[in-house]
């Protein structure tokens, strides 16, 4: 979906939405019900989850298809608040397993919309959410993989071995607005470690709306619309010709992908 095609949609949507002060309140509780939903989870059903029998790598699988299912749910509440409009183009193309599925990151709820699309699937995430309250037992329970970890590399590569997607946002933060467009090199070590191809998807939000600096009651009266381009994958092979300059490919790996994600 093209920036005029998702600009048509938010015109769209654009005129029944809600007042404003209306939208603020429909945002607060979207997010307060994630936070608690967070809580909950954590407290009551992942305990139960380790009752059931199999080992920890099957603990983990159930805990993020609970999440793949859960997530889907609070996106459609969101969309019935009047927040946000979420369309994919070319979903089918993320059916299967063991793909590193890559994104850039606008928006705050990014990571949602992505898993609330895989479903069943792994993720990079920051190290600060294994100690945030509302989201430490879901990030723990699910297995995922801290972008801090020391043996950052051979998780996700035993991971896509394994068969898992994994959702990884190669700017390792929120696109910042005031700063240059700039990919940390972490996405291309994955790559190459796991000899895996990558999925892109391109995100597109309008209005801009949840972005870096911006707090979730800078809301407009126009409905956030939201598309995920699913493309084609991006091959490995290229940068594998010579493994003894692995630092040498993983630069040039990144830089592509920088401007792969530019001329989006």
Known sequence: MR???????AAEVGDDAPLLSSKVLFSGLSFALFGVCGLLLSVSVFPLLYLLPGGAQLRRRRARRLLGSLFPAYVRFMER???????????????GGGQLIIANHPSLLDVVYLIALVGDTNCVVK?????????????????????????????????????DNLVVFPEGTRTDPHKPFRFLRGTANIALAARCDIRPVVIRCCPARLMKHQAWYEMSTQTLAVSLEVRQPIAIAPYLADQGLR????????????AYYRAC
């Open 127 to 163: 190290s600060s959410l294994f100690y945030n309250p509302f989201t430490a037992g879901t990030v723990r329970a699910a297995g995922y993989i801290r972008n801090d970890s020391a043996s950052l590399l051979q998780e996700c590569a035993a991971a896509l071995a394994a068969g």
């Open 3 to 9: 920036e005029s095609s998702l600009h048509k949609m």
């Open 81 to 95: 608040c009047g927040l946000i409009r979420v369309q994919a183009l070319a979903p089918e193309r993320l059916g």
């Open 247 to 258: 630092g040498r490919m993983s630069r040039r790996l990144t830089a592509d992908l920088e």
